[in-house]
C-alpha cells in the first residue's frame, strides 16, 4: 500500500517514517516537506512544497491508500493566524483533496488530549485542534481522530529540550495513577500505521485508546 506522511522531520515524524519503512506491506512512503531532510530510502518519495496550500505540481503523485497527519507545530512558536493556518487550514485542505484523489482514503490526523470539538478552554491548541477536528470529521468516515497526551521517546535516554524533559518525569509519576496522562511514542506510532491501513470502528481514539488499540479496536 502507499502511505502519504507529513512531519516526517518531527519527534513522532520520525518514529512514524521508522515504522512505515520498516513495514512490508507499504510498499511507498510519500513524505510531504518544507525542505529535503536528506534521507534516502528505496519506499520514500520526499516532495517539497512551497505551500501547503497548493498541491497543482505533485497532484499526480497523491493518490494513496492512506495519510497520516503528524505535521503541527508548538503554538508558541508562531502567531495566532499561523497557528491556525497549519493546524486548521493545512490539514483540513490536504484531507479534502487526498479524498477527492482517492474517497477510500484513510486520514489520521495527530490532534492532542486538550482538544475541544466545541473550542472551549484556555488553551489555543485546544481549542483549534478541536475546531479542525470537527471540520475533518464531517469529510467522511475514513478520517480518523488521535487524541495522545504527552509523547514520551521509547528510549530512556533520549535527549529532549528541557520542558518536554521535565514533562516526562512529572507524567511517569502520574501514569502510576492512570494511563491517560502520556503513550510512548512507538506505541502511538503503530497504532496511527495500523489504523491507516486497516481501519477502526471508532472514529475517534484518546489516549487510552490509543495505548490498548491492540487489544479493544483492531
Not at 490526523?109 to 466545541?118: D, I, L, N, R, T
Not at 485508546?209 to 479493544?216: E, T
Amino acid at each position: 500500500m502507499k502511505v502519504i506522511l507529513t512531519g516526517a522531520t518531527g519527534f513522532l515524524g520520525q518514529e512514524v517514517l521508522k515504522q512505515l519503512l520498516a513495514d512490508a506491506t507499504v510498499t511507498e512512503v510519500v513524505s510531504l516537506v518544507r525542505r529535503s531532510a536528506g534521507f534516502n530510502h528505496p519506499k520514500l518519495k520526499e516532495l517539497v512544497l512551497k505551500d501547503f496550500l497548493n498541491y497543482s505540481d505533485v497532484a499526480r503523485h497523491l493518490k494513496a491508500d492512506a495519510c497520516i497527519w503528524c505535521l503541527g507545530v508548538p503554538q508558541s512558536a508562531v502567531s495566532e493566524t499561523e497557528y491556525i493556518k497549519i493546524t486548521y487550514d493545512y490539514a483540513l485542505y490536504a484531507a479534502k483533496e487526498l479524498l477527492d484523489l482517492n474517497p477510500q482514503l484513510r486520514f489520521c490526523f495527530v490532534s492532542g488530549a486538550s482538544a475541544s470539538q466545541e473550542e472551549k478552554g484556555i488553551s489555543l491548541q485546544g481549542r483549534i485542534k478541536g475546531r479542525t477536528e470537527k471540520a475533518l470529521a464531517l469529510l467522511g468516515n475514513t478520517v480518523y481522530l488521535f487524541r495522545p497526551a504527552f509523547i514520551k521517546p521509547s528510549e530512556p535516554h533520549y535527549k529532549r529540550p528541557l520542558i518536554p524533559t521535565i514533562a516526562r518525569y512529572i507524567t511517569n509519576i502520574l501514569d502510576l495513577f492512570s494511563e491517560k496522562f502520556s503513550i510512548d511514542v512507538a506505541t502511538l506510532a503503530n497504532c496511527l500505521i495500523c489504523i491507516a491501513k486497516n481501519g477502526t470502528d471508532k472514529q475517534l481514539l484518546n489516549n487510552i485508546d490509543i495505548r490498548h488499540y491492540q487489544d479493544k479496536f483492531h
